[in-house]
Nanobody, 127 residues
Framework: QVQLVESGGSLVQPGGSLRLSCAAS????????MAWFRQAPGKEREFVQG????????RYIDSVKGRFTISRDNAKNTVHLQMNSLKPEDTALYYC????????????????????WGQGTQVTVSP
């Protein structure tokens, strides 16, 4: 089992920044690819950005390119999402998720590929 706890969500004005954090406990953190997903009201949960087990590979959706940055610290069992230039359309509940490393160089993006999930942290971008 891997337990994930997100933090850092808040209300922020458009153009502002937030840093989300996810603290992991349980099994060996470095055995997992990590990702952030988000779910806006009335919409499906979507992959935002992911990072492989050693932090050398990152994958993201086009809408956050140049604005969001994922990072991980395997010594501290944490993963972060730095979000800059936030837009109202970034408003969502943000989830941290962990997928067992399969040895593939491709970071998974589908919900079913992730075995463990946090409870989510709310990000609201509004004037």
């Amino acid at each position: 089992q891997v337990q994930l706890v997100e933090s850092g969500g808040s209300l922020v004005q458009p153009g502002g920044s937030l840093r989300l954090s996810c603290a992991a406990s349980g099994r060996t953190f470095s055995n997992y690819n990590m990702a952030w997903f988000r779910q806006a009201p009335g919409k499906e949960r979507e992959f935002v950005q992911g990072i492989n087990w050693n932090g050398r590979s990152i994958r993201y959706i086009d809408s956050v390119k140049g604005r969001f940055t994922i990072s991980r610290d395997n010594a501290k069992n944490t993963v972060h999402l730095q979000m800059n230039s936030l837009k109202p359309e970034d408003t969502a509940l943000y989830y941290c998720a962990a997928a067992p490393d399969s040895g593939s160089t491709t970071i998974p993006t589908r919900i079913y590929e992730y075995s463990y999930w946090g409870q989510g942290t709310q990000v609201t971008v509004s004037p």
